[in-house]
Structures are given as structure tokens and as C-alpha cells.
């Protein structure tokens, strides 16, 4: 069902309740999603804006034909070629064929490579206008938020940036404005949207939003891709996102263990426990990798000033969950924050350097060598792990 944003624009997308998880089994979504498409009626010409992931095409298609005759969309507008914003464009260009696809030179790429269609492709760049009459839209080239053909449109007359994955969420709700949902939800689910999806470019970030200030558009709207829009006060976000970009961080660490036979678990809760008696202001938490969904562990580190990270070793290496969270870890581009390495073994005892070497090559300061154990920790042993702890925790002063 349609729904208006205002006398120009309507909300053509669809609320997925049943997602649950995103990019394959890579991120969760607690709060499910939204594929954000929006209608724009101009007086001379209407322009759709992005569609829905091809599960919905046929549904979408059947909604849309309820909002508009499908003959009387003029352009459509593929901000990002990713499937849960362009899969419902083949069906939709086998009901309305020639009709001219505005995108990116790498979106030509993108469609033509997932869809193997030489569709109507119109190539812009940034500054490149679309009359509609009474109205333009003007495009903005974003690349690598979040990949290489992603561009911004903004409705002139109306001042609305249709952002596409900038400033979304993955959250579902039959409200579709920032200013009527739960802000503690709406602020979280946006802060592990940016951490898993956006912090390894944060750089481009902190330049894209200098380069739409310096345009000086006025912006009274953001209509992202996911989630939903907003409207009160929507440079909030965006200033949000100058913030997470320029090496954010809370007063948090967080300790992240796997174990066995609970020695490795015993030597992270003594870790922990050092940490808070020294520094009480100091928001400690403890994290079993193999427990814990790694989305929401990425984002826990995303606001994290140090991290302390443990594993027994296993085969000469680590077990699987923890150099999974690793890898994750590597390709966050964080900067600015301090780790430290642990483990406990039973005769070889790599994991705590491989641990380290990896926190290393992902940017972090080691506070020290890290700290080792043969078998299940005896007081002697925790005496040191609370001793790290306290070590660690002075080190982030």
C-alpha cells in the first residue's frame, strides 16, 4: 500500500517482519527491515526511486500498479544496484520495457551484472539534474557507502535526500517517521547498521557529508533505503554519523572469550572483574564468541575503547568462532583503541600471539605481550589476569 510523505512523494516499499537475518547469515535483524521505493510525481514526469528485493518483486509490482499506472512512470532511479533495492527491476522492465534507468556508470555494471539486461541505462554523475517539472532531482555520487555505484538523488522544492543505505536501519515498523518510533531502538538499530555495514568506510564518510554540506542543500528530509525516514530534526543522524565516522568510541570495553573446558571463560571473567574495581565508571562486558550473534558483538566493539580477547588454543590455532570474529574485526578500520591478547592451552599455546597478530594488522595498540595459561587457572593465575586487567584498565586513563 502507498503511503504519502508529502503532495509529491509517496512510500511505494514493502516491511519485511520475517527478516531476520541480512547479507546471507551475516547480520541480524532483531527488529526485522524495510526496502524503501519511493514515488515522485512531478508535473511533467514521475520518477520511481529504487524498488524492493526480488522475494517481494511480483507483490511490489502489485502494489504499485494500485498507487499509478505503471505507463505514467517516466524514469526510474537506481540509486544502488544491490538486490534488496533493485530486484523487482526485471519484472518491472518486462510491464514497462524502454523505460530509462538512471544510475552510476558502476550501477550499469551492477545491473548488468546480476541481471544480464541491456536495459535503458542513463549514466550521471554528480550534479547531473533530472527535470520533473515544478521539481529536479539532482544526483550525488557516493561511492563505497556502501559500494562502488551508490549515489545520493535530492528532490529540489521539497529538500529531501533519498540517501539510499546512508542513515538507514534495518528496522520494520508500520511507522514510517524517526519522530514516532522508540529512539532507543531506532538510535541503536541505526548504530549497528553503520557499525557492520559502514565503519570500514568511514573516511569516505567524514568526506561525503563535507562535500553535501559544501553544496549548501537545504535538507528538511532524509528518506533512506531501510528503515525509517526522517523528518524531525534529520541532520540528527547525519551529525550522528560525523561522530561514529571520526574514531568513535564510548567508555567500554569489551572482553571477548571462547573456551573449552571453561579455563579461557574463568581467566575472561577475572580480566573483567579487575577492570571494573579499578575503573567503576568504566562500562565492562563479557562476550562468549560462540554464544553471542556476531553483528551485535561487532557493534559492541564498534563503541569500544579497548577490547581484551582470549581463546584456548586449539590445533596450533584458535577455535572457529573466535577467528571468525576476528576477520570481522580486520575489516572494521578501526583506529585509535587499545587490545590486549589471553589464553590458556594445554601443551602448545599459540592462540594468544595469533590473537595478538591479528589485532595488530587490524590497527589496535597492544598494551602488552598478553597472557598465557598451561591448564585451568589456580590462584596464582588469576592473580595475573586480575593484574592485566587492572593493567589494561590503567592504560586507557
Not at 37 to 44: D, F, R
Not at 87 to 112: D, E, H, Q, R, W
Not at 125 to 131: I, M, N, P
Request: glycine share 8%.
Amino acid at each position: 500500500m502507498a503511503r504519502t510523505i508529502n503532495s509529491r512523494v509517496s512510500w511505494v516499499g514493502k516491511i519485511d517482519w520475517e527478516l531476520n537475518k541480512f547479507h546471507g547469515e551475516e547480520l541480524s535483524t532483531r527488529h526485522g527491515s524495510s526496502y524503501n521505493a519511493y514515488l515522485v510525481k512531478g508535473t511533467a514526469k514521475t520518477v520511481l526511486i529504487d524498488t524492493v528485493w526480488k522475494p517481494y518483486g511480483l507483490e511490489f509490482i502489485k502494489q504499485l500498479k494500485q498507487a499509478i499506472n505503471l505507463s505514467e512512470i517516466g524514469a526510474i532511479v537506481a540509486n544502488h544496484g544491490e538486490v534488496d533495492h533493485s530486484g523487482a527491476l526485471p519484472f518491472l522492465l518486462k510491464l514497462i520495457p524502454g523505460t530509462p534507468v538512471y544510475c552510476t556508470a558502476n550501477g550499469v555494471k551492477s545491473l548488468k551484472g546480476q541481471y544480464h539486461e541491456d536495459w535503458n541505462f542513463q549514466v550521471v554523475k554528480t550534479g547531473d539534474r533530472l527535470e520533473l517539472g515544478g521539481c529536479d532531482l539532482t544526483f550525488i555520487e557516493a561511492p563505497m557507502l556502501h559500494w562502488p555505484d551508490t549515489m545520493f538523488s535530492y528532490l529540489s522544492q521539497d529538500n529531501i535526500l533519498f540517501s539510499n543505505d546512508a542513515f538507514g536501519q534495518h528496522y520494520a515498523s508500520e511507522k514510517m517517521f524517526n519522530d514516532l518510533v522508540d529512539q532507543c531502538e531506532l538510535m541503536h538499530e541505526a548504530m549497528k547498521y553503520y557499525a557492520n555495514i559502514l565503519s570500514p568506510y568511514s573516511a569516505i564518510v567524514i568526506k561525503k557529508i563535507r562535500e553535501i554540506l559544501d553544496l549548501g542543500l537545504p535538507v528538511d528530509m532524509i528518506c533512506p533505503s531501510h528503515g525509517v525516514i526522517w523528518r524531525k530534526e534529520p541532520m540528527r543522524i547525519v551529525d550522528q554519523y560525523r561522530q561514529w565516522a571520526d574514531n568513535y568510541h564510548e567508555n567500554q570495553v569489551t572482553v571477548l572469550y571462547d573456551t573449552m573446558w571453561n579455563s579461557t571463560r574463568i581467566m575472561a571473567e577475572a580480566i573483567a572483574a579487575a577492570m571494573a574495581d579499578y575503573a567503576p565508571e568504566l562500562r565492562v562486558k563479557v562476550y562468549n564468541v560462540s554464544k553471542h550473534d556476531h553483528s551485535d558483538l561487532v557493534t559492541e566493539i564498534f563503541r569500544s575503547r579497548g577490547i581484551v580477547v582470549g581463546s584456548p588454543t586449539y590445533n596450533r590455532g584458535l577455535l572457529s568462532a573466535m577467528a571468525s570474529v576476528l576477520e570481522e574485526i580486520g575489516g572494521m578500520g578501526l583506529k585509535n583503541r587499545k587490545a590486549v591478547a589471553f589464553g590458556s592451552y594445554g601443551w602448545s599455546g599459540e592462540a594468544a600471539k595469533i590473537i595478538a597478530e591479528h589485532l595488530s594488522k587490524a590497527g589496535f595498540e597492544l598494551v602488552n605481550d598478553g597472557l598465557r595459561h598451561m591448564w585451568t587457572p589456580d590462584q596464582e593465575a588469576l592473580a595475573k589476569c586480575r593484574s592485566l586487567g587492572e593493567e589494561f584498565a590503567k592504560a586507557l586513563d
